[in-house]
């Protein structure tokens, strides 16, 4: 089975620069997180969806944050304009039925931006 | 809000020391607990889990009981490895929600 896909792997922008990161879930997963890891912590949620409906982004910068999952499969996060404080890794992960915080969540490898 | 305290690395061993990493959880509600490692290079996986009170979570030899009366999750495992040397993250969720993580351990494993 294959695991949860990301692209790019790294990133390098200057500051006020757009970037957009991609992500396809395991197959016939319905809920995909992204998180964001700043180094030396542990993941923050930014988003969730549940197919191509969004359970929760209470922790999403809207200002310059955006997310969307069409068709309830692959799902992008774009970043517009980049701050020197958006340097993390973005994590992907997704579950099966939307009870992530009982089952297992599957993570992505993650992309690592650098603002610079 | 949420939010999950674990101890702070990095944590060094020699190997087959009995390791602890302690890891504490805000009380609301009636989370699910879980330990995520990270080994170099990779990306996170899900080490075990607990579901609810006095439950034990196990695999590859690491161990994690669901305290509420103390609030806390502290991972264990009596003979470390090399191979253990990776990042762990102690983390809640509960129903559809998604998890709040601590700020990880890193630990490190000399031969």
């Known amino acids: 089975e294959a695991g949860v896909a990301q692209s790019p792997r790294y990133k390098i922008i200057e500051k006020r620069q757009s970037v957009a990161f991609w992500c396809n879930p395991i197959?016939?997963?319905?809920?995909l997180y992204w998180y964001q890891q700043i180094l030396g912590q542990g993941p923050k949620l930014l988003i969730q969806?549940?197919?191509?409906?969004?359970?929760?982004d209470s922790q999403l910068p809207k200002d310059r944050f955006s997310a969307e999952r069409l068709k309830g499969v692959d799902s992008t996060l774009k970043i517009q304009p980049a701050k020197l404080e958006d340097s993390a890794v973005y994590l992907c992960?997704?579950?099966?039925?939307?009870?992530?915080?009982?089952?297992?969540?599957?993570f992505g490898p993650g992309t690592r931006l650098t603002v610079l | 809000g949420d939010s999950v305290t674990q101890m702070e690395g990095p944590v060094t061993l020699s190997e087959e020391a009995f390791l602890t990493i302690n890891c504490t959880y805000t009380?609301?509600?009636?989370?699910?607990l879980f330990w995520y490692v990270q080994y170099p290079g990779e990306g996170l996986q899900l080490l075990l889990k607990?579901?609810?009170?006095?439950d034990k979570g196990s695999n590859k030899g690491f161990e994690a009981t669901y305290r509420k009366e103390t609030t806390s999750f502290h991972l264990e495992k009596g003979s470390v490895q090399v191979s253990d040397s990776a990042v762990y993250f102690c983390?809640?969720?509960?129903?559809?929600?998604?998890?709040?993580f601590g700020s990880g351990t890193r630990l490190q494993v000399q031969p």
């Open positions: 992960a997704s579950s099966l039925d939307g009870t992530g915080g009982l089952n297992e969540q599957f």
């Open positions: 197959s016939g997963h319905a809920t």
């Open positions: 969806f549940q197919n191509n409906g969004v359970v929760d």
């Open positions: 009380a609301t509600g009636y989370p699910s």
């Open positions: 607990a579901t609810k009170a006095d």
């Open positions: 983390a809640r969720g509960g129903g559809r929600r998604a998890l709040t």
